[in-house]
């Protein structure tokens, strides 16, 4: 993968995590016109899919830190039309190196945050079963997907329960989560029942099931759901 290409999904995961509900993906994958022997694109893959279809491409497009480049390169991809026009912003040399220290914290969490998000999409499927994390135990339940999501990221975390899981990283409110955060649920503020990997534009990934779901009659397992698809949201927590 080219570096420019890293670079522009990393900005596009960056800006594009609003708190809207509503995809952009449906309009930007009839718009999309690249694919094999394609010109290239950073947004999207060698197969003419957008790399993340969870982003708010809208708000990249519309939001004055982005290169006109990369705009147009999003526009290009998605068909979405931009608010206002293309334009390189930060004309003084001041705001210059102030968006550019908050844009390489921003680039540096963000990376952090795709790591995690991107090894946690890897479990898709994986069936649900209560104290389980691994293919030996026949599948995940929420914990343990979340254990080995981290580890597959590079994090050295122990194998705990949803709960523990709250003793470390930043909390963080929920109109500012990013890709990669933990997200947490339960009835009881000290006592979280529930984890999940937060994707981006109000979507989650978690290992739905129960107690009752064993090796030999799993839950449902991994899944991408709506963040509200709960009532009983916690918090969420930066790694």
Request: charged share 20%.
């Amino acid at each position: 993968m080219s570096l420019f290409k890293k670079i522009g999904e990393t900005l596009s995961n960056l800006l594009g995590s609003a708190d809207t509900k509503t995809s952009t993906t449906p309009n930007a994958q009839q718009n999309n016109k690249y694919g094999p022997n394609k010109p290239y694109n950073p947004f999207v893959d060698k197969n003419g899919n957008l790399i993340n279809p969870y982003i708010n491409y809208q708000k990249v497009l519309d939001d004055d830190n982005v290169t006109k480049r990369a705009k147009q390169y999003i526009q290009e991809a998605t068909g979405i039309q931009p608010t206002k026009p293309f334009d390189d912003v930060a004309t003084s040399a001041g705001q210059r190196i102030k968006n550019a220290n908050s844009y390489n914290e921003k680039v540096a969490s963000v990376s952090k945050g795709l790591s995690i998000s991107d090894a946690a999409q890897k479990y898709i499927g994986t069936p649900y079963v209560w104290g389980g994390s691994s293919k030996a135990h026949g599948g995940m339940d929420c914990s343990g997907f979340v254990y080995n999501a981290l580890k597959d990221a590079g994090y050295d975390v122990g194998r705990t329960n949803a709960q523990g899981y709250r003793s470390r990283g930043t909390v963080v409110s929920k109109s500012d989560m990013q890709p990669g955060d933990l997200i947490f649920f339960g009835k009881n503020n000290n006592d979280a029942s529930h984890i999940g990997i937060y994707l981006g534009n109000g979507k989650m990934i978690h290992s739905a099931g129960g107690q009752r779901n064993t090796k030999s009659n799993p839950g449902k397992g991994v899944s991408i759901v709506n963040v509200d698809h709960r009532s009983d949201f916690l918090e969420a927590r930066r790694y």
